[in-house]
């Protein structure tokens, strides 16, 4: 497929890029290229193949949400460098 500097530049311009006129008809060439090679890509027969998402398979490992206490309020605190008992205590950031 052939694109134009002029197709280029409005492009461009919607996508708010302020492109010089040399760069116009590089990029024409460049996305001219990548368009030939989708229309390429088009003529594939693929009747028989199963649409995915991805060309490797994925599979998500999740665990059910279950609510539970790991540890009590005194093991976590413990591990504080300061604590009052019931809350961490941390130095105040303004």
């Known amino acids: 497929m052939k694109i134009t500097p002029e197709e280029v530049a ?3 311009k ?3 890029l302020d492109l010089p006129k040399e760069k116009l ?6 996305l001219g290229d990548i368009l030939g090679y ?3 890509l088009g ?3 693929t009747d028989n193949v199963d649409p995915m998402y991805s060309p490797v398979q994925h599979t998500t490992v999740l665990r059910k949400d279950e609510l539970k206490k790991d ?5 976590v605190l413990s591990n504080a460098p300061e604590q009052d008992g019931k809350f961490f205590i941390v130095p105040k950031i303004v």
């Open 25 to 30: 008809e590089l990029f024409a060439g460049q």
């Open 71 to 75: 540890y009590t309020r005194e093991e």
């Open 10 to 12: 409005k492009v461009a």
């Open 38 to 40: 989708m229309e390429k």
């Open 14 to 16: 919607l996508s708010r």
């Open 43 to 45: 003529e594939l027969d």
